[in-house]
């Protein structure tokens, strides 16, 4: 990225490989290119150098009709502001991709959906006139709208009390292992991030730790690296 006059290295040479059905944390503090490296794999930003491949289609060198259409039938997105249209019930915002995809049943997708999320009874109503905790269910929701195999979301509970934040994670989580989807995740709580599969820790741009787990453990297990590299 360019800066003024300076080439600005957001994120150093780094290779991973996340297999399918994976939960990977990416934890980091502020600045240290864990929404960048997000954006990377969802194909939104582009990197002046190396390859990026999803599901072995290299996405670096698709135009931007190619990555729209490869998004819309393989990721989905949980961002930390929502980003819910706001003339739409919520309803019509978990029928917005399938419509724009074409689905058939859309209708009926969309109300399981938002059964799953445990929002009927919502259906109808407007985002701004649901709960910060509903409207991210909402998203949850329309991000599982098309059946993604990736699900990215980024600190998707960063802007809800904890009650609401632990309640939408268990919700991704468990909407992620009952359909397999590969999810990827940043944030800066240790809690959800040790109960990932694995976990990603960035600093000034570079992998300083990447560790994976058979079964989650404890924050407390974290190294003293990994916890610092995670502060905010």
């Known amino acids: 990225m360019q800066s003024g006059a300076e080439a600005l290295t957001i994120l150093h040479e780094l290779d991973l490989t996340i297999p399918d059905g994976q939960f990977a944390a990416i934890v980091g503090p502020s600045g240290s290119g864990k929404s960048t490296l997000l954006g990377l794999v969802a194909g939104l930003d582009a990197p002046t150098g190396g390859r990026i491949l999803i599901d072995g289609e290299e996405i670096t060198r698709m135009g931007e009709d190619a990555l729209a259409s490869l998004r819309s039938r393989k990721v989905g ?7 819910l249209i ?18 058939g049943g859309a209708q009926a997708r969309a109300r399981q959906l938002l059964e799953d999320t445990g929002l009927t009874a919502r259906a109808h109503h407007y985002p701004s006139q649901l709960s910060g905790g509903e409207q991210q269910r909402v998203a949850v929701a329309r991000a599982f709208a098309n059946d993604p195999s990736i699900l990215l979301a980024d600190e998707p509970t960063g802007n809800l009390d904890s009650r609401n934040g632990a309640h939408v994670f268990d919700l991704m989580l468990e909407m992620n292992r009952r359909r397999g989807a590969t999810l990827i995740l ?46 905010p």
Do not use: C, K
Request: no cysteine; net charge negative; charged share 30%.
């Open 77 to 83: 997105f949980v961002f930390q502001s929502f980003h």
């Open 186 to 231: 940043v944030t800066h709580d240790h809690e959800l991030a040790a109960r990932a599969d694995r976990r990603i820790s960035l600093r000034d741009g570079r992998v300083v730790a990447d560790r994976v787990r058979g079964a989650a453990l404890p924050p407390e297990e974290f190294s003293a690296e990994e916890l610092e590299a995670a502060r």
């Open 86 to 103: 706001p003339s739409m019930t919520a309803l019509e915002n978990v029928l917005a991709p399938l419509e724009i995809a074409g689905s």
